[in-house]
């Protein structure tokens, strides 16, 4: 059975495209490093809540606060830190990201409570930019028309990030103690952050590092194209942050909470399936419509709430979107900026779903307080939804402008291709 579904895999999605990429010089090493880079970063969110009611005493509530000053300085420091890549290269901003977050973790088990909150919000704003320097370092290695493979293949990396980062975390905490797991991710955090020091992927081609740094305005890249990949990438991680909080009260209500890991788990490799078909298909969808698609599959999934195993198969379609989804949207981003800002605007992209993920929570949390779990998936479509029309018009309207400044070049070459002909005219009547 196994060995059938493997070749029927194979058959229907060809892997070339992945093999290929792979191929490319300095671009395994440098992903591998960067995918080892976000384990610790994906794990120190569970072990820092496990951390503060376990051995701080405190509640949840007080757990969530130190989580969400971290994400919200993240969401802060990514464009800051995406600037400074783009002003003085990718060491400098290495060094003062893993030197801060190695001594940050290191010395979070001896904090109290209100240092602790206090020094979240500065440390998040220097966390490694694994995620924007990774797409970087895509969009640098790899030519555009392989670009949509590579960006699916580092979507399916953060899904093995997010599948394993948990996983280490809850296993060091509970064998041994959150003091040591956050303890091994200040050691992580350093060892990681020198060797990619060292390594010193490139962030720009060579025949982008041979053009003039001439960095333009944000007027003339800052689009409304722009601006709506931007609103897709905050409805996509709203959508899922609600679909994940929505389907763990699903199976509370129902009384399914042993099942909730292997829901999960399915939802995970759900999005690491799409996103390796979608990496290998030979056509692409655009970004706009696969976030219509996404949040079309989410709204009918609270009709199958119950039992577990029904919730667990209603949910596969939609995360088979979600990494095709983000990757689209970096995919689109790249395309739409000059590369002397390409670090701006891949640090935009980091702060745009790290708004997601922080609207998504207390929206969808607030609706599954007072109503059905039923309805967290309609509330998280509805926004998702909302995200992706504001996001739609701006496109639209970016494309008018467009083509109308189009329009107005040829009627000027037009209109300066006529000028000599009639003052030739003109200088044949005055001969006559």
């Not at 952050?193 to 003339?220: C, H, K």
């Amino acid at each position: 059975m196994y060995v059938r579904a493997t070749m029927l895999f194979r058959r229907h999605v060809p892997l070339q495209s992945y093999r290929q990429l792979l191929r490319t010089p300095a671009l395994p090493t440098s992903m591998l490093l960067l995918l080892l880079s976000r384990v610790p970063l994906i794990a120190s969110g569970i072990t820092l809540t496990l951390h503060v009611v376990g051995d701080l005493g405190r509640g949840y509530g007080a757990a969530g606060l130190a989580g969400t000053a971290t994400m919200l300085g993240s969401a802060l420091g990514a464009p800051v830190l995406g600037r400074m890549i783009d002003h003085h290269g990718l060491r400098p901003v290495v060094a003062l990201c893993g030197v801060t977050s190695c001594g940050y973790w290191l010395s979070t088990p001896y904090l109290p409570y209100e240092v602790l909150l206090l020094a979240a919000l500065p440390a998040g704003a220097l966390v490694m930019p694994a995620g924007s320097i990774s797409r970087q370092v895509i969009a640098a290695l790899v030519p555009p028309v392989h670009r949509r493979t590579a960006f699916s293949m580092d979507q399916v990396g953060i899904e093995l990030a997010y599948i394993s980062g948990p996983v280490l975390a809850i296993l060091v905490s509970t064998q041994y103690s959150t003091s040591a797991a956050l303890t091994g991710i200040g050691v992580a955090n350093g060892v990681l952050a020198f060797a990619l020091w060292y390594r010193n992927p490139p962030v720009r081609s060579a025949e982008e590092s041979a053009l003039p740094t001439q960095r333009p305005a944000p007027r003339s890249w800052v689009t409304g194209r722009f601006v709506a990949a931007l609103l897709v990438a905050t409805g996509a991680t709203f959508v899922l942050i609600g679909v994940e909080l929505t389907t763990i009260a699903a199976l509370r209500a129902s009384g399914d909470v042993a099942w909730t890991g292997v829901v999960l788990a399915v939802m995970g490799v759900a999005s690491l399936t799409g996103g390796v078909i979608y990496g290998s298909a030979r056509r692409s969808l655009s970004q706009l419509t696969l976030m219509t698609l996404l949040v079309l599959l989410t709204l009918p999934v609270g009709l199958a709430a119950q039992p577990w195993w029904l919730l667990a198969l209603a949910v596969i379609p939609l995360n088979l979107l979600c990494a095709p989804t983000l990757a689209a949207t970096a995919e689109t981003i790249s395309n739409a900026v000059p590369h002397t800002v390409r670090g701006t605007a891949m640090g935009l992209q980091d702060s745009a779903t790290r708004l997601g993920f922080a609207l998504g929570s207390p929206v969808v949390g607030f609706v599954l307080d007072r109503v059905e779990p039923g309805w967290g998936f309609v509330t998280a479509a509805g926004c998702g939804l909302g995200f992706a029309a504001v996001g739609a018009a701006l496109s639209v309207r970016s494309r008018k402008r467009d083509s109308s400044a189009t329009t107005d070049q040829r009627h000027a070459r037009r209109s300066s291709s006529k000028r000599p002909r009639l003052r030739s005219n003109q200088a044949e009547k005055s001969l006559k």
